[in-house]
């Protein structure tokens, strides 16, 4: 009788992509570092800076120090993991800092702007049959709704934590690079129309009285963008930053990224759901007229556009 154990194994381990495809390091690092630069100016051009020495921002440098060391030759490279392990630190440590850098510019960038959008959005809502209020209103009225909508809504890291992973994994470095760049450019993009667009969010516009149920988002943007254009706020806590951006929709734009991204990796199709779960928890959670919703799906697929045109397709 033969043994499985007789046979040698056939199966090839995942094979990994060269470590110069995708962008090159140095386009990497000018992408990051000119983020940095703008940023900086528009926290000088503010009245801002941001408080480094802060105990909250203990997890983000200690979360730094892990990734360093991984990427730096902590672990054995004879290892079998090590390049998957390596990867992986430096795709998180960059999702980290563009998500970092592109909450911080939120800030003086709503210093800089006037006036609100949200007459506008509205009116846009009303157009597409949308009823805010109501979708509020179902919400406010059961408590599991609330739970999973809590649940699904800070799911936008969980969500690229595990594609990134997965990418690391298995050697997908386009992929990886590709989701990245296109995160990056979305949330570029997305700064750069929110100038044009502040809004304090349908829960601040819209609801009178006592709020029923304060969702995720509460009302920091009717409370923060005022004071950040009065110059009443100097410093900014990285520990305690808030989502000031209302149009376009971050989370739509991102869940149009992951989505999108999902689709290209059979594996992870089931992911779609809590995607899904995230997109419809999106309008009462993070306060969004449903015009900014679109419009961060539109942002999406703009930058995803781009960055297909600079790396090739690569089935995986």
Known sequence: MLHAQSFPSTA???RRASPRAGF???????????????????LHRAGLHVALWSRSNLPFALAGVCLFGLRSGMVPR???HADGLRDGAGYYAVFTLIALTGAVASYPLAALTQGYADATLHRAD???????????????AHRPLQWLGV???????????????????HGQRIAAHRFLASFWLAAVLTLALFTQMPAIGP????WRGAV?????????QSNLIPAL?????????????????SAPSFHAAAGTLYLRTIWRTPPLRRLGWLVAAMLLATPVEGTHYLTDMLIGAVVALVAAQIVDACLPEVRT
């Open 12 to 14: 090839a381990p995942p």
């Open 24 to 42: 090159a390091l140095s386009i990497v690092v000018a992408a990051l570092g000119a983020s940095l630069l703008v940023t900086a100016w528009l």
């Open 78 to 80: 004879r290892w079998r």
């Open 126 to 140: 009303v157009a597409l049959g949308f009823d805010w209020l109501g979708w509020y209103r179902t919400v406010a």
């Open 151 to 169: 649940a699904a809504y800070e799911s936008i890291y969980l969500t690229p934590a595990l594609l990134l992973g997965w990418f690391a994994a």
């Open 203 to 206: 829960l601040s516009y819209l």
């Open 212 to 220: 029923d149920y304060m969702p995720v988002s509460e009302t920091w």
């Open 229 to 245: 254009r009065a110059r009443t706020v100097h410093v900014i806590d990285l520990g305690a930053l808030r989502g000031l951006v």
